[in-house]
C-alpha cells in the first residue's frame, strides 16, 4: 500500500472548521483515499473515501487534489466530540478475494478546544 | 448505518487459557474481515486477514497457530488467542467489508468496537 503522510497532531477551535491535511505522492491510479477517525478507546469510524473527485457525506467533506498526491478532510464545524486520531489511508479496492485491507499510519490527534 | 460487533468487550483470561473473541456484520454480508491489534497509544497492526469459507491470511510476524481465525458465515468471524500470555494484553478490533459495491465508490470497511483483552 503507499504509505501516507499526515502531521502528527492539530489543534481546532470548536465551532470552526478543522481541515486536516494527507500527503499520499505514491498513490496508484487504483487507489482510494480512505478517512476513518478513532475516539480513545474505541473501533476505527468509517468518515468518508474518495477516488478522485471531492466528495461529502453528513460528516466530513473531502478535498483531493488534481494529482492525487494530497488530500485534505473538513470537519465544517468541529466539536468538542470531534477529538480524536484521524486517520488518512490510501489502499486498493478489489471486487472479489482478499480486498482491500487498510494499513493504518500514525494519524493526527485532532483536539477541538472551547 | 453499517454495524459491525464484536463480543466480548472486555475479558479477562488467565495464562494459559484460550479466549474467543467474536466479530458480527449486522446489516450487511462480508466475504472478507480483518483482525487488528492496537496497543495503548500505538497505531493499529493488521494481524489477518479471513475469507469466508478459507483459511485466513495472517500478516508477517503473526503466528497464526497462535492466533486462530474462523470465517465460517458471511456475517461472522472469530479470533481464538489460544495459550494466552501477558503480552497477549491488547485491543484487538475487527473489520468487515462490506460484500455491496458500488461505482465510484468501491467497498466500505466498518470497524467493530474493539475487544481488550487482559491476560493475567
Known amino acids: 500500500d503507499a504509505k501516507t503522510t499526515q502531521p502528527p497532531s492539530m489543534d481546532c477551535a470548536e465551532g470552526r472548521a478543522a481541515n486536516l491535511p494527507c500527503n499520499h505522492s505514491t498513490i496508484s491510479g487504483n487507489e482510494y483515499v480512505y478517512w476513518y477517525r478513532q475516539i480513545h478507546s474505541q473501533g476505527p469510524q468509517y468518515i468518508i473515501h474518495?477516488?478522485?473527485n471531492n466528495e461529502t457525506n453528513e460528516m466530513a467533506s473531502l478535498i483531493i487534489t488534481e494529482d492525487r498526491k494530497s488530500s485534505t478532510l473538513i470537519l465544517p464545524h468541529a466539536t468538542l466530540r470531534d477529538t480524536a486520531v484521524y486517520y488518512c489511508?490510501?489502499?486498493?479496492?478489489?471486487?472479489?478475494?482478499?480486498?482491500?485491507?487498510?494499513?493504518f499510519g500514525t494519524g493526527t490527534q485532532l483536539k477541538v478546544e472551547l | 448505518g453499517a454495524v459491525v460487533s464484536q463480543h466480548p468487550s472486555r475479558v479477562i483470561c488467565k495464562s494459559g487459557t484460550s479466549v474467543k473473541i467474536e466479530c458480527r456484520s449486522l446489516d450487511f454480508q462480508a466475504t472478507t474481515m480483518f483482525w487488528y491489534r492496537q496497543f495503548p497509544k500505538q497505531s493499529l497492526m493488521l494481524m489477518a486477514t479471513?475469507?469466508?469459507?478459507?483459511?485466513?491470511?495472517?500478516e508477517q510476524g503473526v503466528e497464526k497457530d497462535k492466533f486462530l481465525i474462523n470465517h465460517a458465515s458471511l456475517t461472522l468471524s472469530t479470533l481464538t488467542v489460544t495459550s494466552a500470555h501477558p503480552e497477549d494484553s491488547s485491543f484487538y478490533i475487527c473489520?468487515?467489508?462490506?460484500?455491496?459495491?458500488?461505482?465510484?465508490?468501491?467497498?466500505?470497511?466498518?470497524f467493530g468496537e474493539g475487544s481488550w483483552l487482559t491476560v493475567v
Open positions: 489511508i490510501v489502499s486498493p479496492f478489489m471486487f472479489t478475494g482478499g480486498g482491500n485491507k487498510l494499513t
Open positions: 473489520s468487515a467489508r462490506d460484500l455491496q459495491w458500488s461505482p465510484g465508490s468501491g467497498n466500505t470497511i466498518y
Open positions: 474518495g477516488l478522485k
Open positions: 479471513s475469507n469466508e469459507g478459507s483459511k485466513a491470511t495472517y
